[in-house]
């Protein structure tokens, strides 16, 4: 089974047309911040179906302003990814009522990229999740058709991904038990039992912890790693990142899908991450072949697969990531 990155934020970062700097609490990427509407001073629950290596994919009632007066519906499911500073919409057969058009669709960053998309900027976006709403929305529009491996992306049953629109403004949870995420205003968030670990936020927005890993016993390497939700692998390294990580001659290989390309990977030996005091072991680790989307000086992934074996929180606005063991 192949793995999927869906992080479209270091192409977008590279984007002409998006003046100003990739900060994290303004308008991202020169997009405008879509109004956040709720219809509850608690805490939102929104239930999530699973996918695909823990992938989280949330459903939404997404609506498509097509001219002055006209507004189209759809239900749309979401993934929610970390590494995805603006939401993605695809266009495809579940998404047909939106009267999408990627007709003039463009790549949107690097050519030698795989994760920079080919499409277009759209405005006039909507989404209501129930509880919460999301309005005067701008996201990238990308053909599903472009995608590649894309019977892979086909069994996850998505039709778009959402990220820094919902974590710049609530600290996120999520419940993998109880197939719930729980959006806390940031004053109202208790932690309880849940361990801080500090976030480290990349130009480009992409969050990421500087921890430790065990490659082999007694030989323990310090790494900064990219906490990536849209990655349906556990965990996946550099080779070279750091003298521990080598790949196996006779590691078994395969190819990793992102959204406009593939990576060669191996599978690498036994990693043990450790996540704010637990030690998390990572059987068969992925090395990638090349340098990907993740930044200079960065190691590796930690993925849904990983992180959905605990409960946990992203914290954007203070910078953190809370994490804490699964109930039984």
Same mark, same amino acid.
Do not use: C, M
């Given at each position: 089974m192949r793995p999927i990155r869906l992080a479209v934020a270091a192409a977008l970062c &590279? !984007?002409?047309l998006l003046p100003g700097a990739c900060v994290l609490h303004d308008a991202l990427f020169g997009f405008p911040a879509p #109004? $956040? #509407?709720t219809r509850s001073a608690a805490s939102i629950? !929104? +239930?999530y179906r699973e996918g695909p290596g823990g992938l989280i994919l949330i459903k939404g009632?997404? #609506?498509?302003? #097509? /001219? &002055?007066n006209a507004e189209t519906t759809a239900d749309v499911e979401y993934i929610l990814d970390t590494g995805a500073p603006v939401t993605v919409v695809l266009d495809g057969p579940a998404t047909k009522a939106l009267? !999408?058009?990627?007709s003039n669709a463009r790549k949107l960053g690097a050519a030698d990229? +795989? &994760? &920079? +998309?080919t499409g277009v900027i759209e405005k006039g976006f909507g989404i209501d999740f129930g509880d919460l709403a999301l309005s005067d929305l701008t996201a990238v529009v990308i053909a599903e058709k472009s995608l590649p491996c894309n019977e892979r992306f086909a069994r996850v049953g998505f039709q778009g991904v959402i990220g820094a629109d919902l974590f710049r403004n609530f600290i996120v949870e999520v419940d993998a038990k109880a197939k719930t995420i729980r959006l806390h205003r940031p004053a109202a968030f208790l932690p309880g039992d849940l361990r801080a670990v500090p976030l480290v936020f990349s130009s480009d927005g992409h969050p990421h912890i500087d921890t430790e890993i065990v490659v082999t016993p007694g030989v323990t390497e310090t790494v900064r790693l990219h906490v990536d939700s849209g990655s349906s692998t556990p965990a996946s390294f550099l080779p070279g990142a750091r003298p521990g990580l080598v790949a196996l001659p006779d590691g078994k290989k395969g190819k990793a899908c992102f959204v406009q /390309?593939? !990576?060669d990977t191996a599978v690498g030996p036994p990693v043990t991450v450790l996540l704010g005091g637990l030690a998390v072991q990572v059987e068969a680790p992925l090395l990638v072949a090349k340098e990907r989307v993740d930044g200079k000086g960065v190691a590796g992934? $930690?993925?849904?697969?990983l992180l959905g074996r605990y409960r946990y929180a992203i914290d954007y606005p203070g910078k953190r990531l809370w994490v804490g063991a699964r109930p039984g």
């Open positions: &590279a !984007l002409a #109004t $956040i #509407t629950e !929104l +239930p009632a997404t #609506t498509h302003k #097509t /001219g &002055a009267q !999408l058009d990627t990229n +795989p &994760a &920079a +998309p /390309g593939e !990576l992934t $930690i993925g849904a697969g």
